[in-house]
């Protein structure tokens, strides 16, 4: 990956650096705490394992390995029947693409998605009550266009109450960037404004000054915006990783989910497609979540922002993106992180405007609202602030979901949300999918079909594309016989190893 189109992209590594070169980390998922009490033995064993910390929200404990003992150790934990698995506690780095100079547009993302008539429409520009957090490299919360909107946050890196965003040759100010979109106060002389000037955010830090992190932190920093009870999460960064390695993550926004928090994450800067690719968090395709790809002033694609019909939601523009940066500053920084916080503070925003709107909820409304673009997603639009505000307090009927791909003989259920009464809803082609009385979409064989709600009143709402098997899904599904996942300790032959001794881990064929 050449330095050149990065700047703090996606770089991940399989295996965390650690303070002894010599050792390895994993987090080890427990079904039982007897488990924990299994590791500590295995500390005073010739197994060459250090448990470091223990995660009880998520059920996990990180622990250290000597890579001279490694696939003893990792066959020993494997075998005990209380673990349900082990993944390595890999690097996540955050998204940022490239600036073209030539083509730097201050404000003009505000502007491209209405935001002005959105926030005349609403007669606010947010509120206070919204609590988002950005989880990223911390923010400067003593800027001038972010200190009036800052709350309390907490550092997972260091390990202490002061999220500060550290910068360096690899960060510019990757957090306090993305803390401007979201909401810079815009009452600053020569400052800017962000989607959502009204609102609470909770900096959250466990990316460095060299942009990375690694999976521990991130799901601590998710479990910790759970426990403060935050509405809304923005996540730019990510990894490309196995869904099996990636999955101690998946349950931490599943977790955010069962919270009723709206997480909103990149769909990353490889130009790449998204539904054959496997990037985590963006792949994970939770109802509460959102994946952003990136479109520029003209609406069309960046060369550089990845897209998928099946994986990412929606576009938001992310190129040439002026934005506030640590020490009063403020630049232009491009990418799919610059998308991601626009389309959080526009959930912030309509979120203050009705906090009962869920995650599936607010991302069909969206898609809905958006304007057309030629940008492969979900919805093939960008957001348009105004639109979904206005079709909001309006209360006109929308589907949800709007847009989704589904497997052949798969499920879907469907809602017309403000409908009036009893809802009748019809397929636009039930040889490709049939719907019941009861919103209930059943596949039936590759194709595209619609959704038509009609409810007690007359009202009527159509869904966007929901595919049926249209879409090939993200290549090497763990765990599946014949297809296993990919070797997670970036050494094949280490694997090969341990499935000698645990045939059953998870990217053994069998």
């Known amino acids: 990956m050449k330095k ?3 700047g703090l992209l996606l ?9 002894n070169a010599a050792q390895k980390t994993y987090l080890v998922k427990y079904k039982d705490a007897s488990t924990i009490n299994k590791i500590v033995g295995m500390q005073t064993e010739s197994f060459g394992l250090q448990m470091k910390e223990i995660q009880r929200p998520a059920k996990l404990i990180l622990v250290g390995i000597e890579k001279a003992n490694e696939a003893k150790t990792l066959a020993a934990l494997y075998a005990d029947k209380n673990v349900q698995y082990v993944v390595p506690n890999f690097k996540i780095h955050a998204f940022t693409a490239p600036v073209d100079a030539s083509a730097l547009k201050e404000q003009y993302s505000l502007a491209k998605v209405n935001a002005e008539q959105a926030w005349k429409r609403a007669g606010n520009k947010g509120s206070k009550s919204v609590l988002l957090a950005v989880i990223d490299t911390g923010v ?14 907490y550092d997972f890196r260091d390990n202490d109450a002061d999220p500060q965003d550290l910068t360096s040759a690899q960060n510019p100010g990757h957090g306090t960037h993305c803390a401007g979109i979201v909401g810079a106060t815009g009452v600053v002389d020569g400052g800017i404004s962000g989607m959502s000037p009204e609102v609470s955010i909770m900096p959250l830090r466990f990316l460095g000054a060299d942009g990375s992190g690694d999976l521990n932190n991130a799901i601590k920093a998710i479990d910790y915006a759970i426990e403060k009870k935050v509405s ?11 869904k099996s390695t990636a999955q101690p993550l998946i349950e931490a926004i599943e977790r955010a989910e069962k919270a009723g928090i709206i997480f909103v994450t990149a769909a990353a800067n490889d130009g790449k497609n998204n ?11 939770t109802p509460n979540m959102m994946t952003v790809a990136a479109s520029g002033n003209s609406d069309s694609k960046p060369s550089w922002s990845n897209y998928g019909k099946a994986k990412v939601a929606l576009a ?13 500053k403020y630049s232009n920084l491009s990418g799919t992180s610059m998308a991601t916080p626009l389309v959080a503070g526009l959930v912030a925003f309509l979120k203050a405007q009705d906090p009962t709107l869920t995650g599936a909820e607010v991302r069909s409304l969206m898609q809905v609202t958006g304007a057309k673009v030629q940008i492969e997603t979900a919805c093939n639009c960008r957001v348009d602030a105004f639109a979904a505000v ?7 009927a929308w589907i949800v979901p709007a847009a989704a791909t589904i497997a052949e003989q798969g499920t879907l259920q469907i809602a017309m949300k403000n409908a009036s009464g009893a809802v009748k809803f019809e397929s636009s082609n039930p040889a490709v999918a049939t719907v019941s009385e009861q919103g209930l979409l059943t596949a039936v064989t590759k194709g595209t079909v619609t959704v038509k709600a ?27 016989p014949g297809n296993p996942g990919e070797c997670p300790l970036g050494d094949p032959a280490l694997c090969g190893i341990i499935c000698q001794i645990m045939p059953d881990a998870p990217w053994c064929t069998r």
Do not use: C
């Open 316 to 328: 938001a523009p992310g190129e040439a993106i002026i934005s506030t940066l640590p020490g009063n």
């Open 275 to 285: 539904d054959v690719t496997e990037v985590y968090p963006a792949n994970a395709g």
């Open 232 to 242: 809304v999460i923005s996540a730019s960064w990510g990894a490309s990783v196995p």
């Open 140 to 153: 400067d919360y003593t800027h001038q266009s972010l200190a009036a909107n800052m709350v309390a946050g």
């Open 4 to 6: 050149t189109t990065i």
């Open 11 to 19: 770089s991940i590594l399989v295996a965390t650096a650690t303070a």
């Open 454 to 480: 009609t409810d007690a009143s007359g009202n009527t709402a159509t869904s966007l594309d929901i595919n049926i098997g249209a879409v090939a899904s993200s290549p090497g599904e763990p765990g599946q």
């Open 390 to 396: 206005d079709t909001l307090l309006s209360k006109k």
